[in-house]
């Protein structure tokens, strides 16, 4: 079992930035990815990026170039470096980290708020 735990969401002003941090713990197996996923109200949820335990990053298209992701494999941690904030990207931002060996399998963190607004 793997357990998420999501902390640096809040209130921020459009243009604003955040930085989330997922902390994994648990029976944690290689290879792995990642990620961070969003969902805002009345919305499917929907990626925003994930990063491999080898360092390969996937990023949803319209993010690209404000969000980052990267992680540090020794703390099993992921970040989400949020820039240039706008208000369509409020929602809860969920983490994700999903086994990709043999036996796979996939775990979500409970979730953090971000809004962005004036």
């Known amino acids: 079992q793997v357990q998420l735990v999501e902390s640096g969401g809040g209130l921020v002003q459009p243009g604003g930035s955040l930085r989330l941090s997922c902390a994994a713990s648990?029976?944690?197996?290689?290879?792995?990815?990642m990620g961070w996923y969003r969902q805002a109200p009345g919305k499917q949820r929907e990626l925003v990026a994930t990063?491999?335990?080898?360092?390969?990053?996937n990023y949803a298209d319209s993010l690209k170039g404000r969000f980052t992701i990267s992680r540090d494999n020794a703390k099993n941690t992921v970040y989400l470096q949020m820039n240039s904030l706008k208000p369509e990207d409020t929602a809860v931002y969920y983490c994700?980290?999903?086994?990709?060996?043999?036996?796979?399998?996939?775990?979500w963190g409970q979730g953090t708020q971000v809004t962005v607004s004036s």
């Open positions: 994700n980290l999903e086994h990709r060996g043999v036996f796979r399998s996939t775990y």
């Open positions: 648990g029976s944690i197996f290689s290879p792995n990815a």
């Open positions: 990063i491999t335990n080898g360092g390969s990053t």
